[in-house]
């Protein structure tokens, strides 16, 4: 990922990042209409990505979170 200068714009980055990883390690299972900027909207609940990120992104790389994410919630 090239890096920017403005650090929200970075920040959004990593989650889009994220959300691609998320959509890569379902097999493409999720359909885009459920992905928010912050959050996957699932019928029986909501995953809240900023959260999910900020609780395990000191220790792992970003890959790692979403594969956590895919496992923690069954998708």
Do not use: C, W
């Amino acid at each position: 990922m090239e890096e920017l200068d403005n650090p929200l714009l970075s920040r959004l980055q990593r989650l889009q990042d994220l959300k691609f990883l998320i959509d890569r390690g379902t097999d493409h299972r999720l359909d885009y209409h459920r992905f928010r900027i912050f959050e996957i909207q699932l019928p029986t609940q909501t995953i809240d990505l900023v959260a999910e990120y900020q609780a395990y992104a000191q220790d792992r790389t970003l890959s790692e979170v979403a594969e956590l994410i895919v496992q923690k919630y069954r998708l």
